[in-house]
T-cell receptor, first 112, second 116 residues
Framework: QQQVKQSPQSLIVQKGGIPIINCAYE??????FPWYQQFPGKGPALLIA?????SEKKEGRFTISFNKSAKQFSLHIMDSQPGDSATYFC???????????FGAGTRLFVKA | DTAVSQTPKYLVTQMGNDKSIKCEQN?????MYWYKQDSKKFLKIMFS???????INETVPNRFSPKSPDKAHLNLHINSLELGDSAVYFC???????????????FGPGTRLTVL
């Protein structure tokens, strides 16, 4: 029940393409769903996050779509660039839980 | 200016040795964490501390002992190192609670531990 399942494991797109990464969760107590971006040799950094009271959130070229009934959420990267090549983690946590569960990560490569 | 710092960045040691990793955050957060990232990039929580108190211990072997002398510091001591302990260890901090801006985790740069 604590798992967050992320797919695909890896993704290769052309520059300008729209990679989509999907995540699913079981625990309905989760109320915060962030996406983290990690470059090689660095720690993960928050990219964008959503709470379950909205179905979509957009920040620049990054959009989270959230489907509460299906317990799924996804990250879309519009007009992807080679600089977006990184590992992306979805995650979930509940307020006061002091614990964030991370998906397994998706390695994205954007070809120039 | 560094929000979450860790030392050392690299640690190479022999099996059976004892080592420590230090972490400090200057964000004023009340919660700190240790994560282990294995070679497949899987990020797994080990411990979380809130206001210096241990909240989460994710069935980590007793050889791992975290210590939080104050809210800004969370150190990790590892006894009798094993080959399987080789990984990147990340410290992180957050401000827990409800409302905008909370729960976001700020990660340190990581400590790459190699056990020979």
């Amino acid at each position: 029940q604590q798992q967050v399942k992320q797919s695909p494991q890896s993704l290769i797109v052309q520059k300008g393409g729209i990679p989509i990464i999907n995540c699913a969760y079981e625990n309905t107590a989760f109320d915060y769903f962030p996406w983290y971006q990690q470059f090689p040799g660095k720690g993960p950094a928050l990219l964008i996050a959503i709470r379950p009271d909205v179905s979509e959130k957009k920040e620049g070229r990054f959009t989270i779509s959230f489907n509460k009934s299906a317990k799924q959420f996804s990250l879309h990267i519009m007009d992807s660039q080679p600089g977006d090549s990184a590992t992306y983690f979805c995650a979930a946590s509940s307020t006061g839980g002091f614990k964030t569960i991370f998906g397994a990560g998706t390695r994205l490569f954007v070809k120039a | 200016d560094t929000a979450v710092s860790q030392t050392p960045k690299y640690l190479v040691t022999q099996m059976g040795n004892d080592k420590s990793i230090k972490c400090e955050q200057n964000l004023g957060h009340d919660t700190m964490y240790w994560y282990k990232q294995d070679s497949k990039k899987f990020l797994k929580i080990m411990f979380s501390y809130n206001n210096k108190e241990l909240i989460i211990n994710e069935t980590v072997p007793n050889r791992f002992s975290p210590k939080s002398p104050d809210k800004a510091h969370l150190n990790l001591h590892i006894n009798s190192l094993e080959l399987g302990d080789s990984a990147v260890y990340f410290c992180a901090s957050s401000q827990e609670g409800a409302g905008p801006g909370v729960n976001e985790q700020f990660f340190g740069p990581g400590t790459r531990l190699t056990v020979l």
